[in-house]
Every structure is written in structure tokens, then in C-alpha cells.
């Protein structure tokens, strides 16, 4: 018997698809329904999950559920997040949070006046790797953080992506946001000023597909990060989350997907890396299941923490047009 129903806002990202799996693994959860303005789409993923499909946003929002996670497009979030809220349902948004400062904050501030949770999907966060890094910089193993340099490359995942009134941008609003989260988040700590130079050096199209940023934390901090779509299409895996954190006392080194074995398979004449390890989906979900039952739930970004990391993505597109170094948070 379920006590949370929670409804999924479209499937135009390919996350939705592991946070609906997610849900089904979870006792006392159930998938309520699932909207998309994509009509095949919806319908396809509600036979597969087994879940009404509803056409009608409105209609959707109104239904009996506890939250509603938000898979739609980018520059999408803020309609579903309002219409969400304004039908008193906790909401679980993709990152980045939105493609604006203004859409992020105005959906901060509906969620509160509605009197309902809004969190950021960062499902890093639940990773036993990140889980065990924040306990050695916390029990001071490192001494004084001095320095980060992290990565998040990934395959060029093409579609909307790469419609800018859609996406917001490219690899770096993509990809930025992940590491950043995670990089506030042991440090407790904001960015205070970033530098980039971004390209679109490995695909010559119209959109960014490399970035690598320098951050300097409230907290004296120095941090980097290579954030690109930089794996071809027959790479192994299809990306990384690293960073390796210097300290006073030592360095500790993060390689979040490193659970995983090498498969060599003669019928598709590919090897690749198969995943064996935690399902950092399934950890998100859970939490944002519980927080619905109002349980607390400090693991969950907040939708605070997924403008703060948004602001670095788009603080980094402003200093590569400036050519210089840029404050955050930008003004206006």
C-alpha cells in the first residue's frame, strides 16, 4: 500500500527515466502519473511504469500526489515548478534549477509563499564516494582545505540540449552545476569570482561543448573544473565526477563512477565500462520520498543550493564574453 504518490513532469531529460525506475523500488512509493507535452512520449513511459498518462498540465498538477519531480527542458522548470506549487505539491527539480537567476528565484519564491518544499535533483550527493570524502575533510584528516580540481566530462547528448531557448546553453550550464554543488557543499562555502574560457572546440558547432573554470571560494579556496561533452561516442563510459582536494595535510582523491567492470563483448565489438555499483538515483528519490512524508532531509539540495551552483554556470559564460575575471553574484 503506497503513502506517497509522486507524479514526473515529462521525459524530455534522460534522468527522468532513473528517477521513475527509482521510485518503483521504493516501499511505500508509488508513480501517480506522468505528464508530458510530448504525447507519444508520455504515453510510452506511462505503459512502462504503469502509470496514468495525463495531457493536461493542469489537470496533472491537480492530481493525487504528494510531489512532482520536474524532468522537463531547462528553460521549462519555472511553468511546472509554479503550476506545481500553486497546487500545494513539493517539487524535485533537474538542474540546473532554471536557465535565469530571475526563473530560479521566482520559483524559489512561489514554492515558500506556497508553503511547499522545492529541492534541486543533485543525485551526487548520494554517493558512498562524496559520503566518505565530506567525513575525512570533516574529521580534519586533510587539515585546511586549500585547493579543488574536479571534472565532469560526458557524452554529447545532442536533442534539445543544444537549442539554446531550450537548454540555456551547452556543456558548461550542463555540466558546471554537478561538481559546483558538490564542491559548496564540502566546503560550505560560496564562489565569490570565476574566470573561463569555453569552446566549442570538440564538436565546431554552434553551442559549448568544453569549459574549464578557476573559482576562488568565499573561504580563500581555489578551485578548477573541466566541464566539457568531451567522450566520443565509443568511449567506454559515459562520463566522469572527479575532484581531488588539497589540503595543509594531505590530498584526497573522488572517483565517483569508478564502480564498475570492463566488459569485452564480441557481438557488439565494443568493450565498455558496466556500472556495479550504488544507484545514487535511488538514494536521491528516497530522500525526496521522505521529505514529501515531511521528514528531514538535509542531504537534498535545496532550491537555494541549485541557484548558487547555476550562478557559477552562468557567471562562467559572462567572464568567457568579458575575457576576465567576473564577482558573483553578477549583478542585475
Not at 126 to 137: E, K, Q, T, Y
Not at 159 to 187: C, N, P, Q, Y
Amino acid at each position: 500500500m503506497s503513502d506517497i504518490r509522486i507524479g514526473i513532469a515529462s521525459f524530455a531529460h534522460m534522468h527522468a527515466w532513473g528517477y521513475a525506475s527509482a521510485v518503483e523500488q521504493i516501499p511505500g512509493a508509488e508513480i501517480a502519473c506522468i505528464w508530458d507535452d510530448d504525447e507519444e512520449r508520455g504515453r510510452k513511459m506511462a505503459e512502462r511504469f504503469k502509470a496514468p498518462y495525463e495531457p493536461d498540465l493542469q489537470r496533472f498538477v491537480a492530481g493525487d500526489m504528494a510531489g512532482v519531480v520536474v524532468t522537463t527542458p531547462n528553460a521549462g522548470h519555472r511553468a511546472v515548478t509554479e503550476a506545481a506549487a500553486a497546487a500545494g505539491k513539493h517539487v524535485l527539480c533537474e538542474k540546473p534549477l532554471s536557465t535565469t537567476v530571475a526563473d530560479g528565484q521566482a520559483m524559489i519564491d512561489v514554492c515558500r509563499k506556497a508553503g511547499v518544499g522545492l529541492w534541486t535533483a543533485f543525485p551526487c550527493r548520494f554517493s558512498p564516494a562524496m559520503d566518505r570524502l565530506r567525513a575525512v575533510v570533516a574529521e580534519g584528516t586533510l587539515g585546511d582545505i586549500v585547493a579543488i580540481a574536479g571534472t565532469n566530462r560526458g557524452s554529447f547528448p545532442g536533442g534539445w540540449f543544444v537549442e539554446f531557448e531550450k537548454s540555456g546553453g551547452g556543456a558548461v550550464i550542463d555540466h558546471t552545476v554537478h561538481v559546483v554543488d558538490l564542491m559548496r557543499w564540502l566546503l560550505g562555502s560560496d564562489v565569490k569570482s570565476i574566470f573561463a574560457e569555453i569552446s566549442s572546440g570538440m564538436h565546431h558547432s554552434h553551442f559549448d561543448d568544453c569549459g574549464l573554470l578557476s573559482m576562488e571560494f568565499e573561504n580563500g579556496v581555489f578551485a578548477t573544473l573541466d566541464t566539457s561533452w568531451s567522450r566520443p561516442k565509443s568511449f567506454p563510459f559515459w562520463g566522469d565526477v572527479t575532484m581531488r582536494v588539497t589540503g595543509a595535510g594531505g590530498v584526497a582523491k573522488l572517483d565517483m563512477f569508478n564502480q564498475k567492470f570492463t566488459l569485452h563483448n564480441d557481438e557488439t565489438m565494443r568493450t565498455t565500462f558496466n556500472a556495479w555499483g550504488s544507484n545514487i538515483d535511488l538514494g536521491l528519490m528516497k530522500c525526496f520520498v521522505r521529505a514529501c512524508r515531511g521528514e528531514e532531509t538535509p542531504e537534498l539540495a535545496t532550491g537555494w543550493d541549485g541557484l548558487k551552483a547555476l550562478e557559477v554556470a552562468l557567471g562562467a559564460y559572462e567572464a568567457n564574453r568579458q575575457g576576465r575575471a567576473v564577482q558573483l553574484p553578477l549583478a542585475g
